[in-house]
């Protein structure tokens, strides 16, 4: 396997980071929440919620060496899939969040059924497929488009279940008892390209931070 891949995570040596969109996932769970965090990496966004909205977290996570890693720095994170029955009561949580690995599952839609069966609120964030370099990339290189693949190859990337805004909205249609409550975007310094963003954002955004309430 080459080091350059993304479907098997190695966290053995990774440090805690501070992405983009933790503030945005954030800025949306209430403080003193009870939340569970599924694909939690080497839980970064878990240790984040847990200091700054004094959250009570778990967390599910496929790579043994992520789990390894949570587990050395005393959060309570299980080994296992996340997209199949979870070992959960049904509304154990307040969120039940899934931090850019929804299109990285077999079974998109087990884990967002999970997700309303054991959480009142459910946050999911996605790279969007239906972004503007993608499409041009498709359009004049006739190629897999590369932009949102963060560097890998189609061959190499854990990115089986590329999707758009509109695909999203879709599968949480045909799921049925949910809906979206609020959409948060990362927003560009220029004020030109954050009013197309808004405009269009399907086709301009690259990045989408969905909050879901079960109805």
């Known amino acids: ?29 209430h403080n003193n929440s009870n939340i569970v965090d599924l694909g939690c990496g ?7 919620l847990i200091k700054e909205n004094n959250c009570i977290a778990k967390g599910v996570e496929i790579s043994s060496s992520g789990v390894e890693v949570c587990k050395r720095n005393k959060l309570d994170v299980l080994h ?21 690995t929804i299109q990285m599952v077999m079974y998109p839609e087990v884990l967002l059924s999970e ?13 969007n497929f239906g972004f503007y370099k993608n499409r041009f990339d498709l359009l004049f290189n006739g190629r897999m488009p590369r932009p949102t693949l963060f ?10 279940h590329q999707l758009s805004k509109i695909d999203f909205e879709e599968l949480i249609n045909k799921i049925g008892g949910m809906r979206i409550k609020n959409i948060k975007m990362l927003k ?16 301009f955004q690259i990045l989408f931070i969905c909050l879901l309430e079960k109805e």
């Not at 560009?188 to 086709?203: G, S, V, Y």
Request: net charge neutral.
């Open 80 to 100: 296992g899939r996340i997209d199949e029955a979870l070992p959960f009561a049904d509304n154990e949580f307040d969120y039940a969040i899934c931090n850019v």
């Open 151 to 160: 560097g890998y190859n189609w061959f190499n990337t854990g990115h089986i």
């Open 115 to 127: 997700m309303k069966r054991i959480s009142k609120y459910q946050i999911i964030s996605f790279p």
């Open 1 to 29: 396997m080459s080091p350059n891949d993304n479907r098997n995570y190695d966290y053995t040596y990774s440090d805690f980071k501070e992405r983009t969109e933790y503030n945005l996932i954030a800025e949306l769970v």
């Open 188 to 203: 560009p310094k220029n004020t030109i390209k954050w009013f197309f963003i808004k405009l269009f954002p399907n086709l």
């Open 42 to 48: 080497n839980g970064s966004l878990i240790t984040k």
